[in-house]
């Protein structure tokens, strides 16, 4: 049997299954995750979703900074659910979710009358993006015995970027199952703001705003731009890189601090998926694109490809 570091309660509890048949183990993994999952939704005022790596941490600090300077609260730089609620109940409860593990515990999965009477914000960004991030994350920061016990896809140093994006399981095709189950989903929402990554880069204080308006916050300008620059690339980076000295284990540390792709924020680059595929490449991940549905939250390929593909080669 392989040998796996247990660093916490979850890893010798994923240890543990592995005597179970992996079918097995798997479904009960996912169904506690979706049990953890269900009690906070039903608690929530509010709620964030996204696909993984979609920028949701970087709107998670943000949103942080202002409630936490708002309220002067202590030294709490993350949101958690309900951490600052508990430290200040004028502070909604905001329940962030990837909606990866719900569904196996209520068995909705064909449509989201679990979100029904919530208001919703919906992250979306590039699922080209998405993948090469989500490949990075896979590669450097997620734990070996997640990994073994979820993962569809060898753990393997030969498994490249290109690999993992057409992969069935890890994706474009999972990001565009993702993006179909909510464009389907939303007619069973009252109340919901759709975000998109690349608008909240290009005009962040704006964008921010309109979320803490829809979370029925009064803000400031000031106060928005304060979230804004508190969560400014560079200074998440460094923030990063302190945290990385191995003292403590911490979410928002970088896996390798000598390892630019190991850290939570990385690159931050819109249409930078274009560096790591040759032509021939993207195009095959183009073809598992569904026009019409990325269309539906604002997306026209088409129109953005070749200029990308022109900067890449220009080297800007």
Known sequence: MRAFPVKNTSDLVQLCLFFLPRARRVAIYRWKRG??????????????????????????????RFYSEKYQLPDVELLGFDNFHELNPAIPRIFSTHDNYLQDYTGHRDDKRDFSGKRVVLLVRDPRDVVVSQFFQWKYRVRPLKKALLSSLEDSPDVGVFEFATHPDHGIPRNMRFLAGWRDGLQQLEDHLIVRYED???NTAAELERILRFFDAECSREEVEDAVSFAAFESMRARERQRSDGTARHSLAAADPDNPDSYKTRRAKIGG???YFDEQQLATI???????????????IDERDADLVASRAAGS
């Open 35 to 64: 049990r953890k999952q269900f009690r906070k939704l039903s608690r929530a005022d509010y709620v964030i979703v996204s696909c993984p790596k979609a920028g949701r941490t970087w709107l998670r600090v943000m949103i942080s």
């Open 273 to 275: 998926f274009v560096d």
């Open 286 to 300: 183009k073809g598992l694109l569904d026009p019409d549905l990325l269309a539906f939250f604002g997306y026209s």
């Open 200 to 202: 909240l880069r290009a």
